[in-house]
């Protein structure tokens, strides 16, 4: 049962057993102007079996630190839930005590102006149903237009917000499969014009062998015309393709970055698609499998013959 803090934008961290990726991300957190005034939720997944126990209880002795902050509550699971049970479950609690929530993992590591964004787009987009969700994640290419930020038709997993109006519309069992499968305009727009092989991914969710929430709430979205807001540079980077991870490789090349000074201050005022939308079609098309963005499409790849 979550306390009654005071009535703000709560924020949702999920760890597991990586000690010094979840110290950072919470440090950039932390270092945030607005973090204080933010209710701060970190969740702490229980060992999957006997080889995890002492990383996760390495992840738990760290969190010890942050319990005595006023606004920060600790949450340590019983029980392994998995990747996205873990976040779902979290995310659906907070959501239906605050109506809304940012959500991030313990391998990222946000910029100094990410919670400033995050409220403001939060009560910028609350009542326009066709937005289910905010980024904090930027593909640092142009806009053509003079704003700071720009909607796509797709989801994103580093770093991101909703409310309880969207969230009302995820549907883990993934109906819409079925739909999209009788369908081959359908499945090219659901894999952004053949850019990413995000339908292979959610067959495999389907059938249990991809532990993903991700998926599930791209294609909830998918199937609503939903839009999800990005800031033209990124505000939040991945510290996590080092191999620790469980769903990231690794990569030799340096984590995407972002410029700490950049700030969203001129929001888009009509929501439609970005003119930019082909060319991030391309960009994820050309991106390069070892900086980890396509990893998945990578691996479907090669078992695409099972479907």
Known sequence: MLTNYKETVPIALFTYNRPEHADSSITALLENDL????????????????KDINSTNKVRLLLKKYEKIRNIKIIYRDKNLGLANSIISGATEIINHYGKVIILEDDLEVSPHFIKYMKEALCRYKNYNKVLQISAFGFNIESEDNYDAYFLPFTTSWGWATWERSWKLFDYEMKYLEVIKKNPELKKRFNLNNSVDYYSMAIQA??????????????????????????????????????????????????????????????????????????????????????????YHAIFQKIKKLL
């Open 35 to 50: 973090s204080e005034n933010c209710n701060i939720f970190i969740y702490s997944d229980g060992p999957k079996n006997q």
């Open 206 to 295: 389907k059938l249990g062998n991809l532990d993903s929430w991700a998926i599930r709430w791209y294609l909830s979205s998918f199937k609503e015309d939903g839009l999800t807001l990005y800031p033209k540079k990124s505000l939040v980077k991945n510290i996590g393709f080092d191999g620790t991870g469980t769903h990231c490789g690794y990569r030799s090349k340096k984590p995407l970055s972002f410029d700490k000074t950049f700030q969203v201050v001129k929001f888009p005022e009509i929501v439609t698609e970005s003119s930019n939308k082909d060319e991030i079609f391309k960009y994820l098309k050309n991106y390069d499998i070892n900086n980890g963005f396509n990893l």
